[in-house]
């Protein structure tokens, strides 16, 4: 049977934003800045509703919960497999509930709730540097969802444990290797 939970989580670390803008396939297009050095990339790269208000992508959230099964053992297998295999979460968009301020007004000041992250990052192809400018929420940001499961194949004390490791040891967003997007749940509670 299938069974429906609210989850909560708010963030403990900065969350980043930098997702793959599509419309750098076309080649039609033309780009700002030089190679490894745009210092507007953060806007064909944040995730932001019309109204500027940010969010992430459910499968963020799944990716997270399915990685903390990972850390769970069951005989000689983890759980991450059960967990990908069943886990779903309803909403498509996760909304923070912060707004990205104005251009002019988006600063590199770390203790704003959204601000411009600027920093060197490695080009795994060439092992070069560039910088990289990306949206970013200061630790504190918030979120919540209704997640899915078959409780043939996973308990809700299972579910919970896999999203609790998650937000510990994978996290959301970009930056995630280096402890970004790190995250708690704040409130689980099954649906009757």
């Not at 299938?2 to 969350?15: D, L, Q, R, T, W």
């Not at 967990?83 to 498509?92: A, C, D, K, N, Q």
């Amino acid at each position: 049977m299938k069974i429906y939970a609210e989850i909560e989580i708010e963030g403990i670390k900065p969350i980043l934003f930098h997702t793959f803008p599509i419309d750098t396939l076309s080649r039609s297009k033309s780009k700002s800045g030089t190679a490894g050095e745009d210092g507007a990339e953060w806007k064909k790269t944040v995730l932001m509703t019309a109204d500027r208000e940010l969010y992430i992508y459910n499968s963020y959230l799944c990716g997270a919960i399915v990685a903390g099964g990972k850390q769970i053992k069951i005989g000689k297998a983890t759980l991450n497999k059960k967990v990908g295999g069943t886990l779903e979460v309803v909403e498509s968009h996760l909304h923070l509930g912060l707004h990205v301020p104005e251009d002019d007004q988006l600063l590199r000041k770390e203790d704003e709730d959204v601000y411009l992250d600027v920093r060197s990052v490695v080009n795994p192809m060439t092992k070069g540097r560039n910088v990289r400018y990306r949206v970013a929420a200061k630790a504190g940001w918030k979120t919540k969802a209704t997640i899915s499961w078959d409780d043939s194949v996973l308990s809700a004390e299972d579910v919970k444990a896999c999203a609790e490791n998650g937000g510990l040891f994978e996290g959301v967003g970009d930056g995630r290797r280096i402890g970004f997007g790190r995250f708690k749940v704040t409130h689980f509670k099954v649906k009757k």
